[in-house]
C-alpha cells in the first residue's frame, strides 16, 4: 500500500519543467492529496469545471487551479487562490 509519505518522499526534489508563455495566458494547478487515517490510501482532489456553453472543457474533472492574476505574486499564489 502507498502511503502519503511514500509519495512525499517520491517527488520531494522534483523540479517542474516551466513552458515558455509568451503571448499565453499562465495558469497554476494544485495536486491535493490528504490522509485521514493511515490505513486508508490517500486521496487526491479533483474539481469538476463549471458547465458553460461553448467551454471545451465545460464540466470536465480537472485539478483545482486556473490563471494567473495581477494580484497573484507567483504561481502558488495563483493555484491557492484559485483552490481556495
Same mark, same amino acid.
Do not use: C, K
Given at each position: 500500500? !502507498?502511503? $502519503? %509519505? /511514500? !509519495?512525499?518522499?517520491? !517527488? #520531494?526534489?522534483?523540479?517542474?519543467?516551466?513552458?515558455?508563455?509568451?503571448?499565453?495566458?499562465?495558469?497554476? =494547478? &494544485? !495536486?491535493?492529496?490528504? %490522509?485521514? /487515517? %493511515?490505513?486508508?490510501?490517500? %486521496?487526491? $482532489?479533483?474539481?469538476? +469545471?463549471?458547465?458553460?456553453?461553448?467551454? @471545451?472543457? #465545460?464540466?470536465?474533472?480537472?485539478?483545482?487551479?486556473? +490563471? $494567473?492574476? @495581477? =494580484? /497573484? +505574486? #507567483? #504561481? +502558488?499564489? &495563483? &493555484?491557492?487562490?484559485?483552490?481556495?
Amino acid at each position: 500500500m !502507498i502511503r $502519503l %509519505e /511514500d !509519495i512525499r518522499e517520491r !517527488i #520531494s526534489g522534483y523540479e517542474p519543467e516551466l513552458l515558455p508563455t509568451e503571448g499565453r495566458n499562465q495558469a497554476s =494547478v &494544485a !495536486i491535493i492529496l490528504r %490522509e485521514e /487515517d %493511515e490505513a486508508e490510501l490517500p %486521496e487526491l $482532489l479533483f474539481i469538476e +469545471r463549471a458547465r458553460r456553453h461553448g467551454d @471545451p472543457w #465545460s464540466g470536465h474533472m480537472a485539478f483545482p487551479g486556473g +490563471r $494567473l492574476e @495581477p =494580484v /497573484d +505574486r #507567483s #504561481s +502558488r499564489d &495563483a &493555484a491557492e487562490r484559485e483552490t481556495r
